[in-house]
């Protein structure tokens, strides 16, 4: 039986169905990894183009439908994120250049402005399917990322190169943060559990919206592409770095595959400067200051 909890209204909560995780123990291979993504994120989630062509074909009946679809595809272009990697946004010179447990995400060019227009378009000549007010606010938050979203998601691979390796591929894009501030709201634990709502899909669909935007927890308006040789240029791009990886099994056995080393792992996401004297995560936000702008109090 999966894991529950039950929040303060009572309610059975399931984690997994919006805090995706995966037992790394049960993974010999790489190609058995893959294969539980494409099972779990891949197979459930529409494409941009799946999406684009239902709003021209006027395929969606209601908001949800649109909202549902727009949050499996972020879903499914954060697949390794959420389940390998911790985001960090970092000071370029505060990277390790030579650590093995250090990773930077690398994009492709990619411009989703006229495909954002035609969605958001879509979505407000839709009818609300259950409440309006939710489902702006549920909009709010996934139209924003989906906007500012640097990668399609089909090119971003497993295991993003570490620094060291991205350094000697200068061409590589990879993120730079204009700004950032370390205390950007977001949602914390017990504000995802504990949300309710009188329709279970719109409270499923609030808790993903809400663990998505903690995966972008920065301007997002204000964060762009650079190739590493011009973050190390001007001191600031972006970049990964890992934590702890899994315990070896007991008893002799081949080294750790660098696939499977690199779960658990925390990227970094290196920025310009800031008044601030470590590169140290933002502190676990509070029910009362865990709000985005973008998207209201719940």
């Known amino acids: 039986m999966k894991p529950f909890v039950i929040n303060r209204y009572g309610r059975i909560v399931f984690p997994f169905n919006f805090f995706p995780e995966l037992d790394f123990s049960t993974f010999q291979t790489l190609d058995q990894f ?14 941009e183009i ?7 074909s006027r395929g969606y009946k209601g908001r949800f439908d649109l909202l549902r679809d727009l949050a499996l595809h972020l879903f499914w ?12 946004p970092t000071r370029w010179r505060d990277v390790a250049r030579h650590r093995d447990d250090l990773f930077l995400p690398v994009f492709a060019v990619r411009d989703g402005t006229e495909t954002t227009t035609a969605i958001e378009s879509a979505y407000r000549a839709l009818p609300a399917t259950w409440d309006e007010g ?10 924003d990322l989906f906007r500012h979203k640097k990668g399609a998601g089909a090119e ?21 943060l204009l700004a950032h501030n370390p205390d950007y709201p977001g949602y914390g634990h017990d504000d995802i559990i504990e949300f309710a709502h009188a329709v279970p899909e719109l409270e499923a669909l609030m808790r993903q919206a809400m663990v998505l ?18 973050a190390a240029s001007r001191a600031s791009s972006a970049c990964a770095r890992a934590g702890a990886r899994p315990p070896p099994p007991a008893g002799p ?32 936000t509070t029910t009362s200051s865990a709000t985005p702008p973008i998207a209201g109090r719940p």
């Open 213 to 230: 935007h903690n995966q972008y927890r920065w301007d997002r308006a204000k964060t762009t592409m650079s190739c590493t040789s011009s």
């Open 34 to 47: 893959a294969a539980v993504i494409k099972r779990d994120f891949e197979e459930k989630a529409p494409t």
């Open 134 to 143: 939710t489902e702006d606010k549920i909009c709010r938050v996934v139209l």
């Open 50 to 56: 799946d999406i684009l062509a239902r709003v021209e």
């Open 156 to 176: 971003l691979p497993a295991i993003k190169p570490t620094v060291g390796e991205l350094l000697a591929r200068p061409k590589s894009l990879t993120y730079h």
């Open 77 to 88: 272009v954060n697949r390794y994120a959420m389940t390998m990697y911790e985001k960090r």
């Open 253 to 284: 056995c081949a080294p750790m595959p660098r696939w499977m080393s690199a779960r658990a792992s925390r990227s970094c996401l290196a920025s310009r400067p800031w008044p601030c004297t470590r590169a140290s995560a933002p502190a676990r």
